[in-house]
């Protein structure tokens, strides 16, 4: 299995300009979740989905738009790239839907830097 | 609601010394607990985990963990500190109600940083 991967790893933009994050899982994970990491503040939620078709929003969710057509997949949209969206950003998954008792798998990570 | 306070942001040890990770929790609800570990430029991985079972968590590369409700506490421990045990270590608490669908809410994290 290759877990949950992540592309690209990095990526720069000038503001204003969209890009799609893509998150994808081969475990068959009911849950799925997008994080950012900045200095000093963990990760916080941004969005995240307890099966296909259906999403909802976390902590942070303002200027980014997801979907989850299939359960593997589960892109990450930057409407319009500001430079507060500069961050290191996690996708995640878990067994289990909306149950709390089971670990996450997290992604490798995509570094974006926003000019 | 739930939160998560890791009470010290960077930990400095000697290798061969004990490790303590301190981390208070608030739930409204009985929660699971986690700690997480993250080496540099890394993603997050699994060190332990507790749902409600025992009390002491033991868990990968000789971690655990033991909840304690009176105190709110989760806090991480290691007997005898490596030097690949320097990176960073957060703390995870989430619970499942009708309306929180099983979220995490994460600490800070800490910077555990290993002496020679």
């Known amino acids: 299995n290759a877990g949950v991967t992540q592309t690209p790893k990095f990526q720069v933009l000038k503001t204003g300009q969209s890009m799609t994050l893509q998150c994808a899982q081969d475990?068959?994970?009911?849950?799925m979740s997008w994080y950012r990491q900045d200095p000093g503040m963990g990760l916080r939620l941004i969005h995240y989905?307890?099966?296909?078709?259906?999403?909802d929003q976390g902590e942070v969710p303002n200027g980014y738009n997801v979907s989850r057509s299939t359960t593997e997949d589960f892109p990450l949209r930057l409407l319009s790239a500001a430079p507060s969206q500069t961050s290191v950003y996690f996708c995640?998954?878990?067994?289990?839907?909306?149950?709390?008792?089971?670990?996450?798998?997290f992604g490798p990570g995509t570094r974006l830097t926003v000019l | 609601a739930q939160s998560v306070t890791q009470l010290d942001s960077h930990v400095s040890v000697s290798e061969g010394t004990p490790v303590l990770l301190r981390c208070n929790y608030s739930?409204?609800?009985?929660?699971?607990l986690f700690w997480y570990v993250q080496h540099p430029n890394k993603g997050l991985q699994l060190l332990l985990k507790?749902?409600?079972?025992?009390?002491l968590v033991k868990g990968i590369n000789g971690f655990e963990a033991e909840f304690k409700k009176s105190e709110t506490s989760f806090h991480l421990t290691k007997p005898s500190a490596h030097m690949s045990d320097a990176a960073e270590y957060f703390c995870?608490?989430?619970?499942?109600?009708?309306?929180?669908?099983?979220?995490?809410?994460f600490g800070d994290g800490t910077t555990l940083t290993v002496k020679p």
């Open positions: 995640a998954s878990r067994d289990g839907g909306v149950s709390s008792y089971n670990e996450q798998f």
């Open positions: 475990m068959n994970h009911e849950y």
């Open positions: 989905s307890v099966g296909a078709g259906i999403t």
């Open positions: 739930s409204s609800y009985s929660p699971s």
């Open positions: 507790y749902t409600s079972a025992a009390t």
């Open positions: 995870v608490v989430s619970y499942r109600t009708n309306t929180n669908a099983g979220k995490s809410t």
